[in-house]
């Protein structure tokens, strides 16, 4: 991934390139939960570091050194004075409380998309009108599978779930909002969403499908930019999704293995790359 932001930066010109390293947020943020996991997990650092991206060209934290602080309220205060420090903060009386990483990991994403949309205003008109409908529409792709997994997995109360979406797509109409937080089952969740791309999409779906149908879905949009006339925002964000898609797959590949789960557990699991 790091490879590929660097790739995609060599082309660029210095607006459009500020913008595209803004992306690399997300992956800081990757970093910070495995950092963030491996202290409350108490793993070694020499261990714990083998699963962090490389960002040394991208980002200017010492992930390294972070792996060696005591505990999560020591990197929290470590952090404060850089821009990691709010969504922290924010979320460390509620991990300190349940004693859950939960609320931290919740708090970098929510964070990070509201960084990537306050700083379209990098971006021209065009390109931030195009980097603003990518941006909404992969919200509503996770915004989706976030509702179902918060409801299903980790038994929030919808009141919860409501807080926990990200602020763009559908999500910035209250009425939609609250049908993902509050929806029962996907069946409901489909009659109250746009039939077109949601509903359709949601259609008759087994939860077990959910998230390889949203993907799938997600692939072709980023099929449909790719295919445009070059010298435009989405073309290189779209790649990048594409690659991340691409690690995502390997990840899931090797942890298939190693749980030893069936091929056809492990092809739910996969992100297809084919639009």
Not at 32 to 45: S, Y
Request: one cysteine or more; aromatic letters at 12%; charged letters at 25%.
């Amino acid at each position: 991934m790091v490879g590929a932001f660097q790739k995609v930066n060599r082309g660029l010109l210095k607006r459009e390139r500020g913008f595209i390293t803004l992306l690399a947020r997300r992956l800081e943020a990757q970093n910070l939960k495995m950092v963030l996991r491996a202290l409350h997990q108490g793993w070694p650092p020499g261990f714990s570091q083998t699963w962090l991206f490389p960002l040394s060209s991208l980002s200017a934290l010492d992930f390294r050194q972070l792996l060696e602080l005591p505990d999560i309220p020591t990197l929290v205060h470590h952090l404060s004075p850089s821009l990691w420090g709010e969504p922290l903060s924010r979320a460390l009386p509620r991990y300190l409380q349940e004693h859950r990483l939960f609320p931290l990991e919740m708090s970098l994403d929510l964070w990070v998309f509201a960084w990537w949309r306050r700083n379209l205003r990098l971006l021209g008109r065009g390109d931030r009108k195009v980097a603003a409908r990518l941006l909404d529409q992969y919200a509503d792709v996770l915004n989706i599978l976030w509702s179902y997994r918060f409801r299903e997995i980790f038994q929030l109360p919808g009141e919860e779930i409501y807080h926990y979406l990200l602020e763009g797509g559908l999500c910035r109409q209250p009425d939609f909002r609250r049908a993902l937080a509050f929806a029962k089952n996907i069946e409901e969740l489909a009659s109250r969403l746009p039939r077109r791309p949601y509903g359709a999409l949601l259609l008759d779906l087994s939860p077990a499908h959910l998230e390889s149908r949203l993907w799938q879905w997600w692939l072709s949009v980023l099929a449909r930019v790719l295919r445009q006339p070059p010298f435009q925002i989405g073309l290189p964000m779209s790649y990048l999704w594409v690659k991340e898609m691409e690690v995502q797959n390997i990840l899931a590949l090797f942890t298939g293995k190693e749980l030893q789960e069936t091929p056809e557990r492990l092809s739910i699991r996969l992100r297809l790359l084919t639009a």
